[in-house]
């Protein structure tokens, strides 16, 4: 059996177990979403997301470098070196260890001075809101100290953990919201206590299961300048592509609440909840196909490199369109569906989320990963973050004159767009990725299939009226006309090929065959 086709099955099987995880995850959290906006209110939604957002500005110092460690342990996992890669561990721990410390120290100066003397929430909440606060500071330092053992888990691809565990988690998080029904105490500061508490749970498991099966997972104190000054240069030049991100969703959030209020920090949420779940589909294939592209650097084959990068966005654009589409075109009746009284504003929320989803994500996130894959990243980010800087200041002028919040989300998917291109443009010099290899098997392939699977649906929104039967015939006419032209326009002949002979080895298919 080839390398590349031993590779082909690692990722279907990973990807398999991602979506078997997924699954189950975003049935539970969709579900939990509902009883918490009706258990909270719309008032203390709002501020669980906005404040939570203020410590979430905090992962820019911290974001950075977790994606240095998961560069560094995939890169030297590709090269094969178990020395190396103990080191590299050791020193992601000691890292995160120093970082903690950083966010903690940062956090309780400046975020609880900024959250109660600058935000817009109301007085009788504020005691509530400071708890919401110091809770979520500490889950948050739970999570970066697990990225080490989470790095490690992707890089040796045993996705089937990250599974098992996620059963766990949001088993407990059911728990948490039938507690939380039943509590006697306020239930905001309730439900910030007991997210801590399952998070310190998750954290334990992760590193049980890393100590157990990976030998590089032990830490012992190790102090080498060299790992330590690649890691930290890494981190150093992808804090200005994470302060841009940052910057433009959780700082254009705080300016949400600054110039509307906590009613749309909660419309937002609501919004970003959905985004999320279905951003799952697409970043649980990518997260078994991006340890395979910085191998791919790593041992110097860039021409599989290349393949994986244009496979992995164009199959991650089917996978947003399969879901997206219906949801964008009846937006309004699922958010009724699911919540009964959605917030205002949350319906053009997650309208304009979703579609730069597309560009900040689905069509990138391939890009960003060899870009990571090389290590030498300083000109890129530069760059990246002068243009992506943009959408922070254009979106406080807009509020500052009078303009409607989800215009923030329009300058969001204008700035992406053009990123795109600078990102293609910087990569042909990073990795040699031909500007027209991505065009012709990517975008040429994606943009028409869209145009179509927008297409057809539509003409049932227009011409049958709002209800139960005008939503159910779009998504099943959405869901086949995209599988349909995803099939005939988005794939070659050789994927053609490959799915055919996949579809073959599903059980219920065989059966039907034999019986024939």
């Not at 203390?44 to 905090?58: C, H, K, L, R, S």
């Not at 749309?264 to 959905?274: C, E, I, P």
Request: charged residues 15%; positive net charge.
């Amino acid at each position: 059996m080839s390398d590349t086709s031993a590779n082909n099955k690692r990722i279907a099987k990973n990807t398999l177990m991602l979506y078997v995880r997924m699954l189950f995850t975003m049935a539970v959290s969709l579900f939990t979403s509902r009883v918490i906006l009706n258990t909270l209110g719309v008032e203390d939604y709002g501020i669980q997301n906005v404040v939570g957002g203020v410590v979430a500005m905090f992962s820019v110092l911290s974001g950075s470098m977790s994606s240095s460690i998961s560069r560094f342990i995939t890169f030297e996992l590709g090269r094969g070196e178990i020395h190396r890669l103990k080191t590299v561990f050791s020193t992601g721990v000691n890292i995160q260890l120093g970082m903690s410390l950083l966010v903690i120290v940062v956090a309780e100066a400046a975020g609880v001075w900024f959250l109660n003397c600058k935000m817009n929430i109301p007085a009788e909440r504020m005691v509530a809101a400071n708890w919401v606060f110091q809770c979520s500071i500490l889950t948050f330092v739970l999570n970066l100290l697990s990225v080490p053992y989470n790095a490690s888990i992707i890089a040796h691809e045993k996705m089937s953990a990250f599974a098992y565990i996620s059963v766990i988690e949001v088993t407990l998080k059911l728990i948490i919201v039938y507690m939380l029904t039943v509590s006697p105490f306020d239930r905001l500061i309730t439900y910030s206590v007991l997210l801590l508490c399952v998070g310190a749970l998750i954290r334990f498991i992760y590193g049980y299961y890393c100590k157990r099966h990976f030998e590089e997972c032990t830490y012992h104190f190790v102090y080498d300048k060299a790992v330590l000054k690649s890691m930290t240069s890494f981190a150093g030049w992808n804090f200005l592509g994470n302060g841009a991100y940052m910057l433009n969703t959780q700082g254009v959030n705080i300016l949400m609440n600054m110039y509307f209020g906590v009613a749309v920090n909660a419309a937002r949420g609501v919004a970003t909840q959905v985004d999320a779940a279905l951003k799952q589909f697409v970043n649980n294939f990518t997260t078994a196909v991006n340890p395979q592209i910085t191998k791919s650097y790593a041992q110097g084959d860039l021409e599989s490199m290349h393949k994986l990068v244009c496979r992995s966005a164009k199959f991650s654009a089917f996978l947003m369109m399969f879901f997206a589409v219906p949801i964008i075109l009846e937006t309004d009746t699922i958010l009724t569906l699911w919540l009964k009284n959605p917030p205002a504003y949350a319906s053009i929320f997650l309208k304009w989320i979703i579609i730069s989803s597309f560009m900040d994500t689905v069509l990138a996130n391939s890009l960003v990963t060899s870009m990571f894959a090389t290590g030498n990243i300083k000109r890129y980010q530069i760059i990246v973050t002068t243009v992506g800087c943009l959408v922070f200041p254009l979106s406080w002028l807009a509020f500052y004159l009078g303009f409607e919040p989800q215009v923030g989300y329009i300058l969001y998917f204008i700035i992406y767009s053009i990123l795109l291109f600078v990102r293609l443009y910087l990569l042909r010099d990073m990795v040699k990725l031909p500007i027209m290899m991505y065009a012709r098997e990517v975008l040429f392939k994606v943009l028409p299939t869209m145009a179509i699977c927008f297409a057809v649906p539509s003409l049932l929104l227009i011409t049958m009226g709002e209800g139960l039967l005008r939503f159910a015939l779009i998504v099943v006419s959405s869901m086949i006309v995209t599988s349909f032209t995803t099939y005939s326009i988005g794939l070659d002949e050789g994927e053609k090929k490959y799915l055919i002979e996949l579809s073959k080895k599903i059980p219920i298919i065989h059966s039907l065959k034999n019986k024939r």
